[in-house]
């Protein structure tokens, strides 16, 4: 029977990543602590002074109240959705500033993937015991991971424990996608009983080609960065174009178009529909995602007659407060038509022993 663990961003909260709320304030603490003077630091700053009156370089940024990310963006996707400009940011004219509203969201995407990467330089707390155990009690065979967010903690995990037991790069680890690097011979192929691992809003390792239409992924390291710290290192092997990063914000406005994200969401909705539970782990069930709850819909109403979904959620963590549970615990309760067991766990207990969550 196939399990499915659903990796939210509360995962990667508990090992130290901050959540969307606090992103800006991060980034811009990290810009005063480090300034490099770049494009990308200017335009931040002033698309803040100019869209929400705040100046990052004379204001408390402890105390100062940032947009969501999910805000930042989701005007500048409106936007572009309408096909309109903002004041100083244009969308496509002969204007100096053309343009410049998709400049400003791939910097918004780059400031989130570096303070992310930034955050979770230390040590995995909970993802590494996690994996351990699953395969301690034989567990990770039947595991299927669906991961929500674009860190690479689960993937470096599941690397290193399959390179502890002699396994080449590749072979165990199956992303649902081909890489340009297996035609070079830098990633192995998967092997057909490879671990799956689906990152359904893309990954802060996968960099993209526009012109060759191609996939690399950079295991064990956060390629994206590049991007950020050292352009020249972030060239297309082939055609030496720039690559870009395959990160899907956390937006109502969410561009779902590349090619290969495609092909992650299509073996993620055959495998899910082919599952038994789904444990959801430091998921919210926000309404932003309206994209995961239409394939979580598809698989639960297209599903094989008479095969039960089980559904269990670990969302607790200390502080949490009793209202925001329940909350939680109605959209849960009010979308899936299974039944939904709202455990009082959190990801910390469940990454101890995550056989007793396990549906026999």
Not at 338 to 349: G, K, L, P, W
Request: glycine content about 4%.
């Amino acid at each position: 029977m196939r399990k499915v663990i659903f990796l939210g961003a509360g995962a990667s909260v508990a090992e130290g990543a901050p959540d969307q709320s606090h992103l800006f304030n991060e980034y811009f603490k990290l810009v005063q602590d480090e300034p490099r003077h770049t494009e990308m630091e200017r335009e931040l700053s002033t698309f803040f002074y100019l869209m929400f009156d705040i100046d990052v370089d004379h204001e408390n940024l402890n105390s100062t109240l940032f947009p969501t990310f999910e805000e930042a963006i989701g005007i500048l996707d409106l936007a572009e959705l309408r096909r309109e400009s903002l004041r100083d940011y244009d969308l496509e004219t002969v204007a100096a500033n053309s343009n410049r509203i998709r400049f400003i969201r791939q910097y918004l995407v780059l400031a989130m993937a570096e303070i992310i990467a930034r955050t979770l330089q230390r040590e995995t707390m909970y993802h590494r015991p996690l994996i351990k155990n699953l395969a301690d009690y034989n567990l990770l065979p039947e595991t299927l991971i669906i991961s929500a967010n674009y860190d690479i903690i689960i993937d470096n995990v599941l690397l290193e424990h399959y390179e502890h037991h002699g396994f080449p790069p590749g072979k165990r680890i199956d992303y649902g996608v081909r890489f340009a690097n297996c035609t070079m011979g830098r990633w192995d192929e998967p092997a057909p009983d490879a671990t799956c691992l689906l990152k359904i809003h893309g990954s802060l390792n996968w960099l993209f080609c526009r012109t060759c239409n191609c996939l690399t992924l950079t295991p064990g390291v956060k390629g994206v960065m590049n991007l950020v710290e050292n352009p020249s290192n972030a060239l297309c092997n082939f055609c030496q174009s720039l690559l870009t990063p395959v990160i899907v914000p956390p937006s109502f406005y969410k561009d779902m178009s590349n090619v290969f994200l495609g092909q992650v969401w299509n073996k993620a909705e055959v495998n899910l529909r082919d599952a038994d539970q789904i444990i959801f782990c430091g998921y919210s069930f926000p309404d932003a995602d309206m994209h995961i709850k239409y394939l979580l819909k598809r698989i639960e109403t297209n599903r094989q007659a008479g095969r039960n979904l089980r559904i269990t959620v670990i969302n607790n963590h200390p502080g949490k407060q009793i209202s925001q549970s329940e909350l939680e615990k109605e959209r849960y309760s009010r979308f899936f038509k299974s039944e939904v067991d709202f455990t009082d766990a959190s990801f910390q207990d469940f990454a101890s022993s995550p056989q007793k969550f396990y549906a026999k």
